[in-house]
């Protein structure tokens, strides 16, 4: 009978290979419980908790040390609070037309890891939400990786971006001020080869008591900029000033921008410079 269902289940529905979903999730280990809140999440959780589900196709972890959480801003987040919080980033692209067949799976299979003890308490969610695909600008045009790729390349960074719309009709306007105009311009020459930019969604009223409701479900637009060098060695050039602009262009505000780089799998590497 499981099997019967397996097989019905994978011979319909969509199949691509776009990123029409993802699970973007910052989180921020208890003092004292990075190192075993990183082993959790290396060795049981990235997989039994997101990679192992169904149309979940690629996922990266990413994390920020101290001195990168020290570049970010505004210093007054309306994300992360202080702004310093959420040492850890992890990006999970989920096949385009499956978010409600994922979110069935996920949300039985957390109870599960919850009633089996394999959910890690230490810590907390400073920004976790699914998303779904709005666009991806890229820097050169048809050449070098494609979206679907980013998450298996290895790029040196990646920069989370949140911005903040007055209301959703000027999200609409600032959407495509982003794809047009203001992503086109910035990327040119820069270290970073594509944005992708995502707009949040409810989570479902089930979901884990640990994890709060996404707020900006109807403002905000979330951007993640890949990079081809350490956010460290461009951060100025590249990423200071972009609060301005989008201020400047009267269509919103910058809530969040927050530089991180690769984790190195089933390693403790980085944790020893968290704080």
Not at 13 to 42: K, Q, S
């Amino acid at each position: 009978m499981t099997s019967d269902a397996y097989a019905e289940l994978a011979s319909v529905g969509p199949y691509g290979v776009r990123p029409g979903h993802a699970l973007i999730t910052m989180v921020e280990p208890h003092p004292g419980h990075e190192y075993a809140y990183n082993r959790w999440y290396e060795d049981d959780h990235f997989i039994a908790g997101a990679m192992a589900m169904p149309w979940i196709y690629a996922g990266r972890r990413w994390v920020a040390t101290r001195e990168l959480q020290l570049l970010r801003y505004p210093e007054e987040s309306a994300i992360a609070r202080p702004v310093t919080a959420g040492c850890y980033l992890s990006v999970y692209w989920l096949t385009e037309g499956r978010y409600a067949d994922h979110m069935r799976w996920t949300v039985a299979i957390n109870r599960r890891l919850g009633r089996d003890g394999r959910v890690y308490q230490g810590r907390t969610h400073v920004f976790t939400a699914f998303q779904d695909h709005e666009a991806t600008v890229y820097r050169d045009g048809a050449a070098g990786p494609r979206d679907h790729h980013a998450l298996d390349h290895p790029y040196a960074g990646l920069a989370l971006e949140v911005i903040e719309a007055g209301s959703p009709r000027r999200r609409a306007e600032l959407l495509a001020w982003l794809r047009t105009r203001h992503l086109p311009r910035r990327l040119a020459g820069s270290p970073a080869a594509m944005v992708t930019v995502f707009r949040p969604t409810p989570l479902p009223s089930d979901r884990m008591s640990y994890v709060r409701q996404v707020e900006g479900v109807d403002t905000r637009l979330t951007l993640l900029w890949f990079l081809q060098s350490d956010p460290r060695e461009c951060w100025d050039r590249c990423f200071t000033g972009l609060d301005g602009e989008v201020a400047d262009a009267g269509l919103g505000r910058v809530a969040f921008m927050a530089p991180f780089i690769p984790t190195i799998p089933g390693t403790d590497h980085y944790v020893n410079e968290l704080r």
